[in-house]
């Protein structure tokens, strides 16, 4: 059983490109999040969905989009990354109860 | 709109003493809190959490105590060890949001020798 794992935990990106971030669960959960977590500041929801093939915005989903095909897969897509976008991504997911469970994070650094 | 707040960017506390840590919200209608721990580099791990229809949760050495009128909560860390040094986030939801989480900005937890 490995919870919540996030692909890939490193990527360096230039001004313009795009990129794919991997969130997968094992605990059968129906809900998964996207946040994102900058110095200074906790961490804020990009993304959500509640179920497979559903997707909401969150508090901060401007230049994101998301995508939730399979139920243990929520991926999060940057279409043309920006240097405002440099930060540690975190997928989490939740069984419909109030407790979530964070994946390990991705750092991103778009130059 | 900050609507969750710790005030306190980081606490240091001797080992064996207590540790509390505070954290402050401004939604009424938030109706369940939690406490996230987290190491460098990894994931942030969920640590306790109370529903607001009750004032004190206890999980071993951990407590969590909520004023509802001053829509205050804190965490109790007794006694506080080495390993319990970390970054410890405060975060609230409300009911039928799809358990939307809003985060406080954390406390940074030294426990010293």
């Known amino acids: 059983n490995a919870g919540v794992t996030q692909t890939p935990k490193f990527r360096v990106l230039k001004t313009g490109q795009s990129m794919t971030l991997l969130c997968a669960q094992d605990?059968?959960?129906?809900?998964m999040y996207w946040y994102r977590q900058d110095p200074g500041m906790g961490l804020r929801l990009i993304h959500y969905?509640?179920?497979?093939?559903?997707?909401a915005k969150g508090e901060v989903p401007d230049g994101y989009n998301v995508s939730r095909l399979k139920k243990q897969n929520f991926l999060l897509g940057l279409e043309s990354a920006a240097p405002s976008q440099t930060s540690v991504y975190f997928c989490a997911s939740s069984y419909a109860g109030r407790t979530q469970y964070f994946g390990p994070g991705t750092r991103l650094t778009v130059l | 709109d900050q609507q969750v707040k710790q005030n306190s960017p980081s606490l240091s506390v001797q080992e064996g003493r207590i540790s509390i840590l505070n954290c402050d919200y401004t939604n009424s209608m938030f109706d369940y809190f939690l406490w996230y721990k987290k190491y460098p580099a990894e994931g942030p791990t969920f640590l306790i959490s109370?529903?607001?229809?009750?004032d004190k949760n206890e999980d071993g050495r951990f407590t969590v105590f909520l004023n509802k009128s001053a829509k205050h909560l804190s965490l109790h860390i007794v006694p506080s060890q080495p390993g319990d040094s970390a970054v410890y986030f405060c975060a609230s939801s409300k009911a039928g949001t799809a358990s939307k989480l809003t985060f406080g900005t954390g406390t940074r937890l030294q426990v010293t020798l």
């Open positions: 109370i529903s607001s229809i009750k």
């Open positions: 969905s509640v179920g497979e093939g559903t997707t």
């Open positions: 605990m059968n959960h129906e809900y």
